[in-house]
């Protein structure tokens, strides 16, 4: 709890912790996972300050390499290092890196142990993302760090290659679409805040919330950051809007702050 206390001062003394001998970077959030396919990723939520506002018009081809996971839902203005080490995808990987750098990654639907090492079924809707940094490991493997840049829908796989390929169209939020109404963002961060209390990586989250961030950097990064299941992420990811991103997102804090059998009322705002 110790930690979460720390997060709730930082909110109310509107405090930024910065990086030691760098007095205008904030520290970036950094969230570890690992998966029973022995890869593992790290979230960095930002990785610099006002991060998420300097993408440039980048061109996403057409027909891009899809990378189907089982528990990993990519989004837009997010950042998601990987290892890459199975041999079609250190291919996709090389393939990428020697043309347009962009990979799509999609979330795999139930039932796809039975044939992962073939084609299991996936979700259609997915994100694509940009290889800003390639480390290639001495034995082959690699290190990657995705840009998330679109989110994209699958029109037609491709079986051209050892790894899948997809013909995409491309799903951005419009203008319009991106904005949050101003009473929606305001319950949106103090439901976060409420539920980080709970959380022993809250100081990070509460770090990142006091960053100047846009409507949908801060709904997609929250998206991507809070502890939702797969399929939840995927919900969120599959929203026509971004008010009903937010909204869905909403809705799922409150479930799980039912699920803790926490008070809905109180705040930090």
């Known amino acids: 709890m110790r930690s979460a206390q720390r997060a709730r001062a930082l909110i109310l003394a509107d405090e930024t912790p910065k990086v030691q001998g760098s007095p205008t970077t904030t520290l970036p959030l950094k969230l570890t996972w690992w998966t029973t396919f022995g890869y593992r990723y790290r979230m960095d939520v930002s990785?610099?300050?006002?991060f998420g506002d300097n993408l440039e018009p980048i061109r996403i081809?057409?027909?891009?390499?899809?990378?189907?996971?089982?528990?990993?839902?990519?989004?837009?203005?997010?950042?998601?290092?990987?290892?890459?080490?199975?041999?079609?995808?250190?291919?996709?990987?090389?393939?990428?890196?020697?043309?347009?750098?962009?990979?799509?990654?999609?979330?795999?639907?139930?039932?796809w142990e039975t044939d992962y090492e073939g084609t299991p079924p996936i979700f259609p809707i997915g994100a694509v993302?940009?290889?800003?940094?390639?480390?290639a490991l001495s034995d082959g493997r690699f290190n990657v760090l995705l840009q998330g840049l679109?989110?994209?829908?699958?029109?037609?796989?491709?079986?051209?290659?050892?790894?899948?390929?997809?013909?995409?169209?491309?799903?951005?939020?419009?203008?319009?679409?991106?904005?949050?109404?101003?009473?929606?963002?305001?319950?949106?961060?103090?439901?976060?805040?409420?539920?980080?209390?709970?959380?022993?990586?809250?100081?990070?989250?509460?770090?990142?919330?006091?960053?100047?961030?846009?409507?949908?950097?801060?709904v997609q990064n929250l998206s991507f950051a809070m502890d939702f299941t797969p399929l939840e992420k995927q919900f969120l990811l599959e929203a026509d809007s971004l008010v009903?991103?937010?909204r869905r997102l909403l809705d799922l804090l409150q479930f799980k702050r039912y699920e803790l059998n926490e008070p809905t009322g109180g705040g930090w705002g």
């Open 47 to 50: 990785p610099q300050p006002g």
């Open 61 to 111: 081809p057409s027909v891009i390499p899809v990378f189907p996971l089982p528990n990993v839902v990519f989004f837009p203005r997010t950042y998601l290092p990987l290892h890459i080490f199975e041999t079609r995808y250190r291919r996709m990987v090389r393939d990428a890196a020697a043309s347009h750098q962009m990979i799509g990654m999609v979330l795999l639907k139930e039932g």
């Open 129 to 135: 993302g940009r290889m800003v940094t390639v480390q």
């Open 150 to 218: 679109s989110r994209f829908e699958i029109q037609e796989e491709l079986g051209c290659e050892s790894y899948r390929q997809g013909q995409i169209k491309l799903t951005n939020f419009t203008t319009s679409e991106a904005k949050l109404p101003s009473d929606v963002r305001t319950e949106l961060v103090k439901m976060v805040g409420n539920f980080l209390l709970t959380r022993e990586d809250g100081v990070a989250l509460a770090t990142f919330l006091k960053q100047p961030l846009d409507d949908e950097a801060l």
């Open 244 to 246: 009903q991103q937010a």
